[in-house]
Protein backbone atom coordinates (compact mmCIF):
# COMPACT_ATOMS: atom_id res chain seq x y z
CA UNK A 1 0.00 0.00 0.00
CA UNK A 2 1.79 3.47 -0.90
CA UNK A 3 2.80 6.21 1.48
CA UNK A 4 0.04 8.33 0.85
CA UNK A 5 -2.42 5.52 2.04
CA UNK A 6 -0.47 4.90 5.16
CA UNK A 7 0.19 8.69 6.38
CA UNK A 8 -2.14 11.57 7.14
CA UNK A 9 -1.47 15.08 5.06
CA UNK A 10 1.46 16.47 6.37
CA UNK A 11 0.50 19.68 7.12
CA UNK A 12 -2.85 19.15 9.14
CA UNK A 13 -3.00 18.61 12.86
CA UNK A 14 -5.75 15.36 13.22
CA UNK A 15 -9.13 15.83 14.36
CA UNK A 16 -12.55 14.21 14.85
CA UNK A 17 -13.32 12.48 11.98
CA UNK A 18 -16.12 14.67 10.41
CA UNK A 19 -20.28 12.98 10.74
CA UNK A 20 -23.40 12.79 11.61
CA UNK A 21 -23.83 11.33 15.27
CA UNK A 22 -26.81 8.83 14.00
CA UNK A 23 -25.38 7.64 10.71
CA UNK A 24 -22.02 7.14 12.64
CA UNK A 25 -22.36 3.56 11.01
CA UNK A 26 -23.56 4.30 8.12
CA UNK A 27 -21.07 7.58 7.17
CA UNK A 28 -22.58 7.44 3.17
CA UNK A 29 -26.01 7.16 4.70
CA UNK A 30 -26.96 10.51 4.63
CA UNK A 31 -25.08 11.98 1.21
CA UNK A 32 -26.91 9.31 -0.53
CA UNK A 33 -30.03 10.46 1.54
CA UNK A 34 -29.41 13.88 -0.17
CA UNK A 35 -28.11 12.71 -3.57
CA UNK A 36 -31.48 10.54 -4.25
CA UNK A 37 -33.44 13.65 -2.70
CA UNK A 38 -31.56 16.15 -5.18
CA UNK A 39 -32.17 13.34 -8.24
CA UNK A 40 -36.05 13.69 -8.00
CA UNK A 41 -35.77 17.24 -8.27
CA UNK A 42 -33.23 17.16 -11.14
CA UNK A 43 -35.29 14.83 -13.05
CA UNK A 44 -38.90 16.26 -12.21
CA UNK A 45 -38.57 19.53 -11.58
CA UNK A 46 -38.06 21.20 -14.69
CA UNK A 47 -34.94 22.89 -16.28
CA UNK A 48 -34.62 25.60 -14.05
CA UNK A 49 -33.51 23.19 -11.25
CA UNK A 50 -31.79 20.46 -12.88
CA UNK A 51 -28.19 21.67 -13.19
CA UNK A 52 -28.03 23.19 -9.89
CA UNK A 53 -29.79 19.67 -8.83
CA UNK A 54 -27.53 17.59 -10.49
CA UNK A 55 -24.20 18.98 -9.76
CA UNK A 56 -25.05 19.01 -5.88
CA UNK A 57 -26.40 15.67 -6.38
CA UNK A 58 -23.10 14.13 -8.04
CA UNK A 59 -21.34 16.39 -4.60
CA UNK A 60 -23.46 14.45 -2.68
CA UNK A 61 -22.56 11.19 -4.37
CA UNK A 62 -18.69 12.15 -4.11
CA UNK A 63 -18.75 13.12 -0.56
CA UNK A 64 -20.68 9.28 -0.05
CA UNK A 65 -17.83 7.97 -2.14
CA UNK A 66 -15.20 9.54 0.78
CA UNK A 67 -16.79 8.28 3.95
CA UNK A 68 -16.85 4.88 2.12
CA UNK A 69 -13.14 4.68 0.44
CA UNK A 70 -11.85 6.26 4.17
CA UNK A 71 -13.39 2.83 5.43
CA UNK A 72 -12.35 0.88 2.78
CA UNK A 73 -8.76 2.01 3.03
CA UNK A 74 -9.02 1.02 6.57
CA UNK A 75 -10.20 -2.19 5.51
CA UNK A 76 -7.06 -3.25 3.34
CA UNK A 77 -4.93 -1.94 5.75
CA UNK A 78 -4.08 1.81 5.32
CA UNK A 79 -4.75 4.92 6.29
CA UNK A 80 -6.18 7.74 4.81
CA UNK A 81 -6.70 11.59 6.22
CA UNK A 82 -10.39 11.84 4.88
CA UNK A 83 -11.72 11.25 8.05
CA UNK A 84 -9.81 13.83 8.95
CA UNK A 85 -10.89 16.72 6.66
CA UNK A 86 -13.84 19.24 8.12
CA UNK A 87 -17.07 19.08 5.87
CA UNK A 88 -16.40 22.71 3.92
CA UNK A 89 -13.04 20.95 2.98
CA UNK A 90 -14.47 18.18 1.74
CA UNK A 91 -17.19 19.82 -0.13
CA UNK A 92 -13.75 21.88 -1.94
CA UNK A 93 -12.07 18.82 -2.64
CA UNK A 94 -15.49 17.15 -4.35
CA UNK A 95 -16.05 20.53 -6.12
CA UNK A 96 -12.16 20.17 -7.42
CA UNK A 97 -12.68 16.71 -8.31
CA UNK A 98 -16.20 17.17 -9.80
CA UNK A 99 -15.39 19.56 -12.43
CA UNK A 100 -12.37 17.36 -13.87
CA UNK A 101 -14.38 14.57 -13.64
CA UNK A 102 -17.03 16.11 -15.27
CA UNK A 103 -14.59 17.07 -18.18
CA UNK A 104 -13.54 13.29 -18.72
CA UNK A 105 -17.37 12.58 -18.59
CA UNK A 106 -17.64 15.26 -21.49
CA UNK A 107 -15.25 14.13 -23.83
CA UNK A 108 -15.87 10.65 -23.61
CA UNK A 109 -19.66 11.65 -24.73
CA UNK A 110 -18.34 13.84 -27.40
CA UNK A 111 -16.33 10.97 -28.50
CA UNK A 112 -18.78 8.50 -28.42
CA UNK A 113 -21.57 10.72 -30.06
CA UNK A 114 -18.45 11.52 -32.99
CA UNK A 115 -18.05 7.77 -33.52
CA UNK A 116 -21.84 7.46 -33.96
CA UNK A 117 -23.20 6.07 -30.59
CA UNK A 118 -25.88 8.70 -30.53
CA UNK A 119 -28.51 6.86 -28.19
CA UNK A 120 -25.75 5.55 -25.71
CA UNK A 121 -23.65 8.68 -25.63
CA UNK A 122 -25.42 10.42 -23.23
CA UNK A 123 -25.40 7.73 -20.66
CA UNK A 124 -21.50 8.35 -20.65
CA UNK A 125 -22.60 11.55 -18.79
CA UNK A 126 -23.77 9.39 -15.72
CA UNK A 127 -20.34 7.85 -14.96
CA UNK A 128 -20.44 9.59 -11.06
CA UNK A 129 -23.81 8.95 -10.41
CA UNK A 130 -23.52 5.23 -11.37
CA UNK A 131 -20.78 4.87 -8.50
CA UNK A 132 -23.52 4.70 -6.17
CA UNK A 133 -27.05 4.34 -7.89
CA UNK A 134 -28.23 1.87 -11.08
CA UNK A 135 -26.42 3.07 -14.55
CA UNK A 136 -28.76 2.63 -17.66
CA UNK A 137 -26.63 0.19 -19.49
CA UNK A 138 -24.08 -2.60 -19.04
CA UNK A 139 -21.76 -0.84 -21.04
CA UNK A 140 -22.52 2.70 -19.08
CA UNK A 141 -21.79 0.24 -15.28
CA UNK A 142 -18.31 -0.80 -16.94
CA UNK A 143 -17.85 3.23 -16.86
CA UNK A 144 -18.76 3.97 -14.09
CA UNK A 145 -16.50 1.33 -12.54
CA UNK A 146 -13.74 2.80 -14.55
CA UNK A 147 -15.01 6.71 -13.32
CA UNK A 148 -14.59 5.14 -10.15
CA UNK A 149 -11.12 4.07 -10.45
CA UNK A 150 -10.20 7.46 -11.67
CA UNK A 151 -11.76 9.25 -8.82
CA UNK A 152 -9.91 6.77 -5.92
CA UNK A 153 -6.41 7.83 -8.01
CA UNK A 154 -6.90 11.20 -7.74
CA UNK A 155 -7.95 10.93 -3.90
CA UNK A 156 -4.86 8.78 -3.53
CA UNK A 157 -3.06 11.29 -5.69
CA UNK A 158 -4.13 14.08 -3.64
CA UNK A 159 -3.22 12.74 -0.25
CA UNK A 160 -0.09 11.89 -1.33
CA UNK A 161 0.39 15.71 -2.47
CA UNK A 162 -0.26 18.04 0.21
CA UNK A 163 -4.36 17.78 -0.81
CA UNK A 164 -3.56 19.20 -4.68
CA UNK A 165 -5.89 16.93 -7.06
CA UNK A 166 -4.05 16.90 -10.22
CA UNK A 167 -6.12 14.96 -13.24
CA UNK A 168 -3.45 14.11 -15.32
CA UNK A 169 -0.99 13.23 -12.42
CA UNK A 170 -3.82 11.13 -11.37
CA UNK A 171 -4.11 9.60 -14.76
CA UNK A 172 -0.55 8.63 -15.11
CA UNK A 173 -0.37 6.98 -11.43
CA UNK A 174 -3.94 5.04 -13.04
CA UNK A 175 -1.33 3.89 -15.80
CA UNK A 176 1.62 3.08 -13.55
CA UNK A 177 -1.07 0.68 -12.02
CA UNK A 178 -3.29 -0.06 -15.26
CA UNK A 179 -2.90 -3.99 -14.74
CA UNK A 180 -4.39 -4.72 -11.93
CA UNK A 181 -7.01 -1.94 -11.79
CA UNK A 182 -7.91 -2.81 -15.44
CA UNK A 183 -8.77 -6.12 -13.89
CA UNK A 184 -10.30 -4.91 -10.61
CA UNK A 185 -12.64 -2.42 -13.07
CA UNK A 186 -13.53 -5.36 -15.42
CA UNK A 187 -14.35 -7.46 -12.36
CA UNK A 188 -16.66 -4.22 -10.70
CA UNK A 189 -18.41 -3.95 -14.06
CA UNK A 190 -19.27 -7.22 -13.83
CA UNK A 191 -20.44 -7.46 -10.27
CA UNK A 192 -22.32 -4.15 -11.05
CA UNK A 193 -24.24 -5.89 -13.61
CA UNK A 194 -25.03 -8.45 -11.42
CA UNK A 195 -26.24 -6.46 -8.96
CA UNK A 196 -28.40 -4.55 -11.20
CA UNK A 197 -30.15 -7.87 -12.20
CA UNK A 198 -30.71 -8.38 -8.46
CA UNK A 199 -31.75 -5.18 -7.67
CA UNK A 200 -34.38 -5.13 -10.85
CA UNK A 201 -35.91 -8.24 -9.18
CA UNK A 202 -36.22 -6.63 -5.85
CA UNK A 203 -37.33 -3.56 -7.36
CA UNK A 204 -40.29 -5.65 -9.50
CA UNK A 205 -41.22 -7.21 -5.14
CA UNK A 206 -41.47 -4.04 -4.02
CA UNK A 207 -43.27 -2.62 -6.91
CA UNK A 208 -45.99 -5.84 -6.14
CA UNK A 209 -45.80 -4.80 -2.41
CA UNK A 210 -47.16 -1.61 -2.72
CA UNK A 211 -50.01 -2.09 -5.11
CA UNK A 212 -51.26 -5.30 -3.30
CA UNK A 213 -50.22 -4.66 0.77
CA UNK A 214 -52.62 -3.28 2.75
CA UNK A 215 -49.76 -0.84 4.85
CA UNK A 216 -50.14 2.73 5.04
CA UNK A 217 -48.29 4.79 2.47
CA UNK A 218 -45.57 5.52 4.93
CA UNK A 219 -44.74 2.19 5.46
CA UNK A 220 -44.28 1.82 1.96
CA UNK A 221 -42.62 4.38 1.26
CA UNK A 222 -39.83 3.97 4.08
CA UNK A 223 -39.68 0.15 2.59
CA UNK A 224 -38.86 1.86 -0.94
CA UNK A 225 -36.34 4.54 0.26
CA UNK A 226 -34.61 1.52 2.47
CA UNK A 227 -34.18 -0.37 -1.04
CA UNK A 228 -32.83 2.38 -2.37
CA UNK A 229 -30.28 3.59 0.13
CA UNK A 230 -29.62 0.00 0.98
CA UNK A 231 -28.29 -0.50 -2.86
CA UNK A 232 -26.57 2.41 -3.62
CA UNK A 233 -24.66 1.56 0.40
CA UNK A 234 -23.78 -2.10 -1.33
CA UNK A 235 -22.64 -0.75 -4.12
CA UNK A 236 -20.32 2.06 -3.54
CA UNK A 237 -18.98 -0.54 -0.55
CA UNK A 238 -18.17 -2.88 -3.48
CA UNK A 239 -17.00 -0.30 -5.28
CA UNK A 240 -14.32 0.35 -3.21
CA UNK A 241 -13.56 -2.75 -2.15
CA UNK A 242 -12.80 -4.04 -5.29
CA UNK A 243 -10.95 -1.43 -6.40
CA UNK A 244 -8.66 -0.86 -3.01
CA UNK A 245 -7.84 -4.58 -3.41
CA UNK A 246 -6.80 -4.23 -7.18
CA UNK A 247 -4.46 -1.02 -6.22
CA UNK A 248 -3.15 -2.88 -3.02
CA UNK A 249 -1.97 -5.65 -5.24
CA UNK A 250 -0.68 -3.37 -7.61
CA UNK A 251 1.41 -1.91 -4.63
CA UNK A 252 2.32 -5.68 -3.38
CA UNK A 253 3.27 -6.95 -6.97
CA UNK A 254 6.06 -3.45 -6.70
Known sequence: MSIALRQQLSYRKTRPETSFGPFR???ALPWLIMAAALRIVAYGKGAGLALPAIVLADVSVLLAFFATARRSIQAAGGRSSL???SLAEQIRLSLSILWRIT???AAA????AALGFTTFAPNLMAGLDGMAFDQFTDAGRYWSAAIAALVLMIIV???GNAGRV???AAVRA???HAFWL???VLALGTVNIALSLGQGLVRNAIWQFWQTSPVSEPVKSVVYFTFIFSFAMLRLWITLSILTFGLKQSYAGR
Do not use: K, N
Open 25 to 27: PFP
Open 103 to 105: LVM
Open 83 to 85: GDL
Open 174 to 176: LAQ
Open 166 to 168: ELF
Open 157 to 159: HAE
Open 182 to 184: AIA
Open 109 to 112: TSAA
